[in-house]
C-alpha cells in the first residue's frame, strides 16, 4: 500500500510539473512581454545569429509537397528553440506527416544544437551545428536534403516506410556574413546514419536575404517595410562517401519571405520548385513563431528558484 | 515490431527532453553563479576593448530628428527585456544610464551593439540593419547619465 501511494505521488508530482510546463507555455505564447524577433526568412539555410539567452522561441512549421508517382503530402513540424548562452542555442522538433489518401503520422524528433565558437563579428561568421535525429523512413519536412535523397524515397506507403527508424548523426558549418543590409549564408553539411555499414552523406543549403528598408520608422506599425524581409535559398544534396557528386541527387530554389510582427509574432512563407526531375516539382512551406521573452527566468521561478 | 518502434520513439523523446531539461537547468545554474556587480563590471568593459579605429565612428544619424523615437522604438523591441525600459538595467542586464557608457563615443556603443558581449551574455545585434544599430545608438546617447538606474538590479545583473 505504501509502494502504491509512493508511485501515486511521483505521477501526481510529476504531472503537476508537466502542467506548470503547459501553463507556463500557454502564457508565455499569449501574455511574453512584447519582443520583436528580427527573424530571418530561411526555413532550410541557417544564418549565424543564435537565440537569445533565456528565451524560447516556439515554432510551427508546414510544408505541402506535390509527389510524381504518389500521393501529395503535408509534412509539419513543431520547434522549440532556447538560448542556453549567448554562443549555444539548443533546439527539439517534433516532426509529422500527412500523406493524401493514406495517413497522418508521427515521424520522430530531432535535437540540434549550434554553437558560436568566435566572440565577435567577423568577415564570415562560423556556428557549429550538430544535431541528433531519430525519425522514420516516412519524415518528409524536407528540412535539409543530403546525400542521394530523390522525391520518389518519399513515394514509399507510409504503413511500409514509418516501419524504418533511422538513428542520425547531422554535422553543419553555418557560415554567414551580414553586408549593407543583406545577409549571405552557406551551409555545407555531412550526415552520418548510426548503422556501421551507412555511409556519410553530404548536401549544402546557401542563402541570401534582405529587409525592405534598412531604417526603422518612428512609428509601432504592422505593414511598415522593415518588418518585411525577402530572400532566396538554395539546397540540395552532393551524395556520399560511397558515390559523391550530383547524380541521382535533387536541388531546390526557393524564394523565402519573412513578416516580423512588433507582436513578437513571425510569419513565414516560401514557394519552394524542383530544379531536376529527382526533385519534388513543387513544395509550399509557412511557419509561424513566437519568442517567449526570459523563459528560462519564469521557469526558474515556477519550479521554486530564487527569485 | 509496430510497438518496438513506437517504445523507441518514446525512449528517445524522453532522452531529448530529458536532454533539454538538464541544458535549461544547467543554464539557470550557472546565469545565478554569474550574477553579480562585478560581472556587470566586466559587461562595461567591453567598451574599452572597442579598437580606436572603431570608436572614432562617428554617428551617421546623429542631430536628425527621428533618429531618437525610431531608436526608441528599436530599444523597446530588442534591448528593454533585458537593459529594462527605461535603460535602467534588470537582473539580466545592467544599466546603460551609468557613466560608462554615457561617456562612450557612439562608435563604441555601435561596436558594442553590433559584435556583442557574447561570453558575458549580450547576444550580437548585426542582424540588425547598420541605420537601425545607429538609431538605437542615438537614443542610447541621448539618455541622460545619472538618471535613476536601478541599482537593485545592477547589483544583481545576471550575465549569462
Same mark, same amino acid.
Given at each position: ?84 548562452? =549567448? ?63 530523390? =522525391? ?37 553539411? =555531412? ?13 549544402? =543549403? ?102 | ?160
Amino acid at each position: 500500500m505504501d509502494a502504491r501511494r509512493f508511485v501515486f505521488d511521483i505521477v501526481a508530482n510529476r504531472l503537476q510539473y508537466g502542467l506548470r510546463l503547459l501553463l507556463l507555455l500557454a502564457l508565455g505564447l499569449l501574455g511574453a512581454p512584447r519582443v520583436r524577433a528580427q527573424e530571418s526568412p530561411y526555413i532550410v539555410t541557417y544564418d549565424h545569429y543564435l537565440e537569445e539567452p533565456g528565451n524560447l522561441e516556439v515554432e510551427y512549421y508546414s510544408t505541402f509537397g506535390t509527389q510524381r508517382g504518389g500521393n501529395d503530402f503535408h509534412a509539419f513540424w513543431a520547434e522549440f528553440e532556447y538560448g542556453v548562452k =549567448a554562443w549555444w542555442t539548443t533546439e527539439l522538433y517534433f516532426d509529422g506527416q500527412s500523406t493524401f489518401n493514406q495517413s497522418t503520422i508521427f515521424t520522430g524528433f530531432r535535437w540540434e544544437n549550434r554553437f558560436r565558437p568566435l566572440a565577435r563579428e567577423h568577415f564570415i561568421n562560423p556556428v557549429i551545428y550538430v544535431e541528433y535525429e531519430q525519425i522514420t523512413e516516412a519524415d518528409k519536412i524536407v528540412k535539409e536534403v543530403e546525400g542521394h535523397d530523390v =522525391a520518389s524515397d518519399h513515394a514509399v506507403p507510409n504503413a511500409d516506410a514509418n516501419r524504418t527508424l533511422n538513428h542520425e548523426l547531422e554535422f553543419k558549418l553555418l557560415l554567414s556574413r551580414q553586408v549593407k543590409g543583406w545577409n549571405f549564408a552557406v551551409n555545407p553539411l =555531412a550526415t552520418k546514419n548510426l548503422l556501421p555499414s551507412a555511409p556519410w552523406e553530404f548536401g549544402y =543549403a546557401l542563402g541570401a536575404s534582405r529587409p525592405l528598408a534598412l531604417r526603422a520608422s518612428v512609428k509601432q506599425c504592422n505593414f511598415c517595410r522593415e518588418n518585411f524581409i525577402l530572400g532566396v535559398e538554395m539546397y540540395g544534396g552532393l551524395g556520399d562517401t560511397r558515390s559523391p557528386g550530383l547524380h541521382e541527387t535533387s536541388h531546390y530554389l526557393a524564394p523565402v519571405s519573412a513578416w516580423n510582427l512588433p507582436s513578437g509574432w513571425t510569419l513565414r512563407l516560401s514557394p519552394g520548385f524542383g530544379l531536376n526531375d529527382n526533385s519534388h516539382g513543387f513544395l509550399l512551406r509557412w511557419g509561424v513563431s513566437r519568442e517567449i521573452s526570459g523563459f528560462g527566468e519564469m521557469l526558474g521561478r515556477m519550479f521554486g528558484g530564487r527569485r | 515490431m509496430k510497438s518496438g518502434l513506437t517504445r523507441r520513439i518514446s525512449a528517445g523523446i524522453a532522452l531529448a527532453s530529458f536532454g533539454i531539461l538538464v541544458t535549461v537547468s544547467a543554464s539557470i545554474a550557472f546565469g545565478r553563479q554569474a550574477a553579480g556587480p562585478a560581472k556587470a563590471k566586466q559587461f562595461h568593459a567591453a567598451l574599452l576593448e572597442v579598437p580606436a579605429k572603431d570608436r572614432a565612428r562617428p554617428n551617421p544619424m546623429e542631430g536628425e530628428a527621428d533618429s531618437v523615437a525610431a531608436g526608441g522604438k528599436l530599444f523597446e523591441q530588442h534591448c528593454a527585456e533585458c537593459h529594462g525600459k527605461k535603460a535602467e538595467g534588470t537582473r539580466r542586464a545592467p544599466s546603460l544610464l551609468r557613466q560608462e557608457v554615457q561617456q562612450a563615443t557612439p562608435g563604441a556603443i555601435f561596436w558594442v551593439l553590433t559584435n556583442g558581449v557574447v561570453r558575458r551574455g549580450m547576444p550580437v545585434w548585426s542582424k540588425l540593419p547598420e541605420p537601425e544599430r545607429w538609431q538605437i545608438v542615438t537614443f542610447v546617447k541621448s539618455l541622460k547619465a545619472g538618471q535613476s538606474s536601478n541599482p537593485g538590479a545592477e547589483s544583481n545583473s545576471e550575465i549569462r
